[in-house]
């Protein structure tokens, strides 16, 4: 069985970041919210929210079928694996993303590809998210 990054509970969100920080920090071994394969936004307001984007896993990711060079093939399980070395920085994989949860690497010009490795889940304080089994 595959295992895949789900939202579980949007509405506990508290827009602290931890999982933002934890994912570039593991993966690309720096402190920031820029290099994180997932995003949370704020919608300010009397109520105030927090979205969470995260890839959603797809078996068939439209941002695979939209990469001219193959760069982004489909993971077995769901979601995708980035070959950098064949992306040639065109967005289209991030224009295809349904979800807009496909992230960008203003730096490396690459997507940032979640590897659903759930280290975003271990430090989210109030459990909105999870690593989920799948078939």
Not at 1 to 6: D, F, Q, T, V
Request: hydrophobic content about 35%; glycine content about 6%; some cysteine.
């Amino acid at each position: 069985m595959a295992k895949l990054m789900r939202v579980i509970n949007r509405d506990q969100c508290i827009g602290c970041y931890s999982c933002m920080f934890a994912c570039s920090r593991a993966w690309e071994d720096v402190i920031t919210v820029e290099k994180a394969a997932l995003r949370v936004k704020n919608y300010p307001g009397v109520e105030g929210a927090f979205s969470v984007r995260i890839c959603y896993g797809c078996t068939t990711p439209d941002c695979a079928a939209a990469c001219p060079t193959e760069a982004l093939t489909p993971r077995k399980g769901g979601g995708v694996v980035l070959d950098p070395e064949k992306c040639i920085n065109c967005h289209k994989c991030i224009e295809a993303c349904v979800p807009r949860a496909l992230q960008w690497d203003t730096e490396k010009k690459v997507p940032i590809v979640c590897r659903h490795c759930g280290i975003c889940a271990r430090f989210c304080p109030v459990d909105v998210l999870s690593l989920e089994e799948v078939e």
